[in-house]
């Protein structure tokens, strides 16, 4: 039996409620590491990301760690924030608890993910960090590149865009860009017009209505939900049955309170519905007819216009991060917005709307230009291209000690019953202990006795002399 090398891999989130792009990417990713490596998640705590991670039949630990937001948006003082952090508490004890793992490889995921990095180097474990967001450029981005280097053996990088920010030498000598892909299977297209339908009829919405959405896990300011409402309400009169959808969860009570007062204002409250959170998101790529990705940040890559265009719908979004990247290659430049212009998105989606005869035919090309791009057999080769390249520059990663081998292979029952047998022991032993404490003190007592009875003895038989 062959025993592949364990890799522990880090998530900083588990949403309970739903799942980030972030988390889908790593989900997929530790799946098809599966060959090659004895794949452990590590989440801070329980969520949808750990239930799906079991179900899929990964390993799955939880142990809590600080995330170090500052690697984002990096200070003059980052350096200094991060030797700070290595010096708790906190960070000897997942040096400990890493250490008691003991495994081969570390991979740590976003950028924010700062501690596993700095606990593997520090224990010259190899890490391997997965970087799916563009380090915001305010002057001091170099500084956050270079911890990143300095705390990593190998980078991975969702895209281009994400990969720009660091050296040409160090793409060059220690990073793979890797962007995501999809499990085929996990894609029904002859299950579409049924689940769209039905989702359709749940939401109101008719079958010739056109409904134009946004997608996000957390509707925060960042997303853009207020651009999308300034879009729509922008095309409400010129479009009378077209309808808003808005899938998300509200994370700031505030914001959400800003975005409708805003609907409202225009008295369009029921040309947009708020959905919610959904489980099933495949059934609201199917129900739309044009989606808009209107982030206000460069995008690390853009998983929703990725799901968008992989479900045959239209896509429209800012022209920044690799939001850009991912349109260009399914050949919809055309489609990309002036960032930060409501206006711009409006001219878009109403290029899509004026044919709608055009609107399925140009979502099918895209579907298809994406699979040739971004599909599963070229995301096979892009991370077969990786791991042979770790093979070849560090053979070590791939070999399992035979330490390793035997704590792998004692069977459960066994180590259960070694337990067991371990307990048993000190049970006998703590009896002994408490039978000879009680038996001491009788004993003595009869040894006196005895001593007393035996000069008794010898003083007679002396006077008897």
């Not at 971004?374 to 077969?384: A, I, K, Q, T, W």
């Amino acid at each position: 039996m062959a025993f592949k090398p364990k890799m522990l891999i880090f998530s900083h989130v588990s949403n309970p409620s739903s799942i980030t792009g972030a988390e889908k990417l790593l989900l997929f990713f530790c799946g098809q590491m599966t060959p090659y490596f004895d794949c452990v998640l590590v989440a801070p705590n329980e969520g949808r990301l750990t239930i799906l991670a079991r179900q899929s039949g990964i390993t799955v630990k939880i142990h809590r760690i600080p995330l170090f937001h500052s690697v984002y948006t990096p200070g003059s003082n980052l350096l200094a924030e991060a030797n700070k952090l290595m010096a708790t508490s906190v960070f000897r004890g997942l040096m400990k608890w890493i250490a008691g793992e003991a495994p081969q490889v570390i991979l740590t995921n976003t950028c924010v993910h700062f501690m596993p990095a700095a606990a593997g180097k520090r224990l010259g474990i190899p890490v391997v960090w997965q970087l799916t967001e563009k380090i915001t450029e305010n002057g001091n981005a170099h500084l956050a590149t270079s911890l990143i280097h300095q705390y990593s053996n190998w980078l991975v990088s969702i895209s281009e865009s994400v990969a720009e920010s660091f050296p040409v030498e160090v793409r060059q000598s220690k990073m793979t860009v890797l962007p995501p892909s999809w499990i085929e299977s996990d894609i029904q297209p002859a299950a579409w017009a049924t689940t769209r339908a039905s989702f359709r009829g749940s939401l109101g919405i008719t079958a010739n209505q056109p409904l134009i959405g946004m997608i996000s896990s957390f509707l925060i300011e960042s997303k853009g939900v207020h651009h999308f409402i300034d879009m729509a309400l922008s095309l409400k009169d010129a479009y009378p049955d077209a309808a808003f959808l808005i899938v998300g969860s509200a994370l700031n009570p505030d914001y959400d309170i800003l975005c409708r007062d805003r609907i409202a204002s225009a008295g369009a409250q029921h040309r947009f519905i708020f959905a919610g959170s959904q489980d099933d998101i495949t059934q609201v790529y199917c129900a739309l007819d044009v989606v808009v990705v209107p982030s206000l940040i460069p995008e690390g890559f853009g998983l929703t216009a990725l799901e968008g265009l992989l479900h045959g719908k239209p896509v429209v979004a800012y022209a920044s991060g690799g939001l850009q990247e991912v349109l260009t290659a399914a050949g919809s430049p055309h489609l990309l917005a002036i960032p930060g212009s409501p206006a711009s998105l409006a001219e878009k989606v109403r290029f899509i709307l004026d044919q709608p005869d055009r609107g399925e035919a140009l979502g099918m090309q895209n579907r298809l230009q994406i699979q040739a791009v971004f599909g599963p057999e070229v995301y096979g080769m892009r991370l077969n291209g990786m791991v042979s390249r770790w093979m070849n520059e560090y053979p070590a990663w791939f070999q399992v000690t035979a330490r390793q081998v035997k704590r792998r292979v004692v069977p459960a029952r066994r180590r259960k019953q070694n337990s067991r047998r371990k307990k048993r022991s000190a049970a006998v032993a703590r009896r002994l202990f408490v039978r000879r404490r009680t038996k001491r003190p009788e004993g003595r007592a009869t040894r006196r006795r005895a001593s007393r009875l035996r000069l008794r003895r010898t003083s007679a038989r002396r006077r008897k002399a």
